[in-house]
Structures are given as structure tokens and as C-alpha cells.
């Protein structure tokens, strides 16, 4: 069994969360008797921690205001999320690696020696997956603003950078013109870009603003009561929104295509850097970059939709050239399962297929 003082920071470490913790969740965590495991808890008041217990149906112990807490309280697992959270923020935050590095180094040494041998073990480099498309991300400054605005539920101002804006989309309430008036609800991060969820009151609706586009984001002091969300939630919100303020990514070769799918179902598997344009209920164009035309169409070729005005003339060439590698590759599997007794038409009917359907 733990000491008495390794316990009691363990118990200190378990309410720090804000919530209501059972006391049998407390004693089985400490590996302890509930009656041990009061005694710990009067130990932390002896401290000087305010320990409020809980009465009731889902009660047992918080902690409470007015306690001052120590420099530091984490366990092993704790100390692993915050050496990687502060080694890897260079990926979601511009402009914040300095203050990553001095922060780590400023928890380092708090830490007791047995959980600075943890957290050394932690050295990570975090490097861009080009598969995830990513963007340049925001400046730390950008998202401190609006996520205060966002914390404080308050009206929001700000500039935005969309290209494909109507004339009315720059008006703020007051008819002014350059600015958006919303209320922010949630900060999203996703395909290694961030979003702003928000209720624009100008057009009573939801939109999803990409969080590098604002400019001149203004707290205006003006509360608003939260409202219930679109199903499923702000990420989903994000997901299946095609105008979300995206713009193509640079790459090499890129192209579009008209697909047979709503835009909402392509937004929300379209990789990053894609642009998703709704044309009715039912089709969307989809404008997509890679690293070869080869590439780009195999990327069109996962949505499994048939396809048409697939532009530019390479990407064309390329749907032609997938087509024989991958019938080529059905003829050759088809020979393989005439060695082993397959039915001889089977290949050949899938080649057929997948041809009529590529073009």
C-alpha cells in the first residue's frame, strides 16, 4: 500500500478534475478501504484543501473553492498528455513554440524526480502528414481572441476573407458594411484545420468560418443565451458543411470533377485543401489537388460515384490509365482463379464494369 502523503496526492489528483467523485470510485482507484480513504481526505483539509462531500444520488466527493492548490499535481498517465500536448503544438498554433518549450521546462521542474523521468522520456517531433492535406495554422493571438469570445459567450465582430461571399454576407445588423456580427459557440479542429462554429443573427443560421480567414475579431460585450445545436453537434456541423470557407490546395496537379453524390456526403470525406460546390439535392463538384494526375484520380475514384466534366484534359488521361491498371489487374486475378477452379466469366464481367463505370 502507498504512503499516507503519496495517497493523499493521488486523491488530490483525482478531484482536481472539478466533478463529483464516488467515494468507492476514490478508495478503488487508491487500491484502499472507503474508510482509509476518508481519512486521506481529511488529511488533504488538514492541508488546507476545502474537500466538500456530496449528498444524494451521484454524490461523494469535490473539490471545492477557496483551497490553494500546489504548483503541481499529475500522475504518470497526466504527465504523458502534457509533455506530448506541449511538444506537438507547432501543428494546430503558429507563433506559440517558444512559449511551448519554456512552458514544458517550467512544469519540468516542479515535477517530483520520479515523474521528470517520465515526462524525459517523452521527446517528440511533430512533423505535417501530407495525407491530411494541412494548413498553415493560425496564429495563437487569432485564437486566444475568439476563443475568449467563445468561452465569455459573447457577441462577436470580426472581418472575414471569403471570395465566394454574396454582397449581403458583408453586412453586419447595423447595415455597415466589411463586418459580420455572430455569436460564437464552438472552436473545431479538423482535417488539421480550425473552425469557428457560430449563429449569424444577420441571416438567422449557422455557418462554419475557417479560423485563419478572420480578421479584426472584436468582443463586443453583448451576451447571448446558447442555442441548441444542428444534430449531431458542432464537428459534424463542420464535417457536412461544403461552404466552409476552404480554398484548393497547392499542389502539383489539380482538377475537378462533377460527382453523382449530395455536396453535404462528399464534405464530410473530402481531404483537406478539397473544394466541395453543392450544384443540386443530389450532385456537387468536387475540386481536389495531388502529387501526379495518377494520384489525383485515385483520390475521385474512392468517393465510388460515377463521374462527368472531369476537367482538366491530364486528369481525363489519368481516369484512362486507371481504368487498364485496374483492369489489368482484375484480368490477372481472374487467370489466377481459373488455376484454382473459378468460374471463367466472373473476371472478365467485373473488368467491364469497372471500365463502363471510370468513364
Known amino acids: 500500500m502507498a504512503s499516507t502523503s503519496a495517497r493523499a496526492l493521488g486523491l488530490l489528483s483525482m478531484l482536481t478534475s472539478g466533478s463529483t467523485v464516488s467515494g468507492e470510485e476514490l478508495a478503488r482507484r487508491l487500491g484502499v478501504s472507503q474508510r482509509t480513504m476518508r481519512r486521506d481526505v481529511e488529511t488533504l483539509r488538514e492541508l488546507g484543501y476545502v474537500v466538500e462531500p456530496v449528498k444524494g444520488a451521484g454524490g461523494g466527493y469535490r473539490l471545492g473553492p477557496g483551497g490553494a492548490l500546489p504548483p503541481l499535481v499529475l500522475d504518470e498517465e497526466q504527465v504523458i498528455a502534457v509533455v506530448v500536448a506541449l511538444q506537438t503544438t507547432s501543428t494546430v498554433l503558429a507563433g506559440i513554440e517558444d512559449s511551448s518549450r519554456r512552458a514544458l521546462a517550467t512544469i519540468r521542474q516542479v515535477m517530483p524526480r520520479r515523474l521528470r523521468l517520465?515526462?524525459?522520456?517523452?521527446?517528440?517531433?511533430?512533423?505535417?502528414?501530407?495525407?491530411?492535406?494541412?494548413?498553415?495554422?493560425?496564429?495563437?493571438?487569432?485564437?486566444?481572441?475568439?476563443?475568449?469570445?467563445?468561452?465569455?459567450?459573447?457577441?462577436?465582430?470580426?472581418?472575414?476573407?471569403?471570395?465566394?461571399?454574396?454582397?449581403?454576407?458583408?453586412?453586419?445588423?447595423?447595415?455597415?458594411?466589411?463586418?459580420?456580427?455572430?455569436?460564437?459557440?464552438?472552436?473545431?479542429?479538423?482535417?488539421?484545420?480550425?473552425?469557428?462554429?457560430?449563429?449569424?443573427?444577420?441571416?438567422?443560421?449557422?455557418?462554419?468560418?475557417?479560423l485563419d480567414r478572420i480578421t479584426s475579431p472584436d468582443l463586443t460585450g453583448v451576451p447571448f443565451t446558447s442555442r441548441p445545436m444542428p444534430e449531431g453537434g458542432p464537428g459534424a456541423l463542420v464535417q457536412r458543411t461544403p461552404a466552409r470557407g476552404d480554398s484548393l490546395a497547392p499542389w502539383p496537379c489539380t482538377g475537378s470533377a462533377v460527382l453523382d453524390l449530395p455536396a453535404e456526403l462528399v464534405a464530410q470525406f473530402a481531404p483537406g485543401g478539397a473544394v466541395v460546390r453543392g450544384l443540386d439535392a443530389t450532385r456537387c463538384e468536387l475540386s481536389m489537388g495531388a502529387w501526379s494526375w495518377i494520384g489525383l484520380a485515385g483520390l475521385y475514384v474512392t468517393f465510388g460515384s460515377p463521374m462527368s466534366d472531369v476537367q482538366p484534359p491530364e486528369l481525363r488521361d489519368a481516369f484512362t490509365l486507371a481504368t487498364q491498371h485496374l483492369a489489368r489487374g482484375v484480368t490477372v486475378g481472374h487467370r489466377r482463379s481459373d488455376e484454382c477452379g473459378a468460374a471463367p466469366d466472373a473476371g472478365g464481367e467485373d473488368s467491364d464494369k469497372t471500365a463502363r463505370h471510370l468513364r
Open 118 to 210: 517520465d515526462a524525459d522520456a517523452f521527446t517528440v517531433t511533430a512533423l505535417p502528414n501530407q495525407w491530411e492535406f494541412p494548413a498553415p495554422p493560425p496564429e495563437a493571438a487569432l485564437v486566444r481572441a475568439v476563443g475568449a469570445a467563445v468561452r465569455q459567450r459573447v457577441v462577436l465582430r470580426l472581418h472575414y476573407d471569403d471570395p465566394d461571399a454574396s454582397p449581403d454576407d458583408t453586412q453586419d445588423d447595423s447595415g455597415s458594411g466589411g463586418a459580420r456580427v455572430l455569436e460564437p459557440h464552438h472552436l473545431v479542429v479538423w482535417a488539421a484545420r480550425w473552425y469557428l462554429v457560430a449563429y449569424e443573427r444577420a441571416h438567422e443560421h449557422w455557418v462554419v468560418l475557417r
